[in-house]
């Protein structure tokens, strides 16, 4: 199995990739996707590859005679495309898939199109399916929870907001207030209530990290003016603040205490064991050449690999061999922290049972 200051902007749809229908020889034919989600959309993103076909609906300015002879008057109506896929790009911050291609089923075949897909698009794909596209469906159908945990990362006289996803975290706040030593003012509950305003529409799982008593005031807090969300909190002591409290939130597994997710503590983990054998020299590869090699020789016990390289077809070859030999392999999320550190050494590596050089 492959596992793999305004108010904060709380997404409202945390729906699961739906399945509509699925017509498959082995790995060969066509599944109808629903995404109902931003992490649906970027799941997508890495399971719509170039030669691929996706049919969806999208609008098309369609011609009739009577258009020819009044150009001006052309309108685009909602026609049924088929489109062989060349370029597949996300768009993050609109939450828009953008498959772009040729079409090769419907109105003006041989035109290239673009289909815009958004949460709520139905599209159809038919490919030659990997074991992997197909674990990621069903990762992408199980996790939903995990869309509705907030982090907080606080520390005295700053906060940090952040959103889970199924791709990563994402920073969407932050909120600083000084001391207010000399004013009169308590500046440690006036960045209390900053914080608290920012989650007022918030309806799912906090988790709140940071180091010191800071921490612990702020609990009490939530207790004092929002006992219900307390009870939704979870509070994680960490050495540090910012992005290293939340990466040392979520390695120490409170993500899967909440919502049962087990990825990014997963990535975490692994990221954090692999970086420590290689500052020791120990049993490890890394970079596309050297991991090949370990898994030719039946070295390589897991392997780690980001999202992106899959379009390779190389890799994807590789990564076939791999569990021929039943290595474990983990897909990293190019978008997270742990992702952008084995982007570095070359977007795959490989813990091995010896060392091979």
Known sequence: ???????????????????????????????????????????????????????????????????????????????????????????????????????????????????NIEAGTELAVIKVWSRQDLERIERAMRASNVSCVIIISIEDGEAQLYRVRQSGTECMETITEGSGKGTGIDGKRTLFSKVLDSLSSHQGHLIVAGPGFVREDFARYLGEHAPELRKRSLFVETRGGGGSAVREAIGSGAVERLTGDLQLALEVNLMNELMEKLAKGGAVAYGEDEVREAIVLGAASQVLVIDSMLRRASVVRMLEEAEHKRTSITILSSLFEPGKQLESLGGIAALLRYRIK
């Open 1 to 115: 199995m492959w596992l793999h200051s305004s108010h904060l902007a709380v997404p409202t749809l945390w729906g699961i990739m739906r399945v509509e229908y699925r017509d498959m020889k082995d790995f060969s034919g066509e599944i109808l996707l629903l995404p109902e989600s931003y992490d649906d959309l970027w799941h997508l993103s890495h399971l719509i590859r170039q030669g691929d076909l996706v049919f969806a609906t999208t609008f098309r300015t369609v011609e009739t005679p009577q258009d020819k002879l009044r150009p001006e008057k052309g309108e685009k109506r909602p026609v049924r495309l088929g489109i062989r896929v060349e370029r597949v790009s996300f768009h993050e911050y609109s939450g828009r898939l953008r498959i772009h291609g040729t079409i090769e089923s419907g109105a003006e075949a041989g035109a290239h199109h673009t289909l």
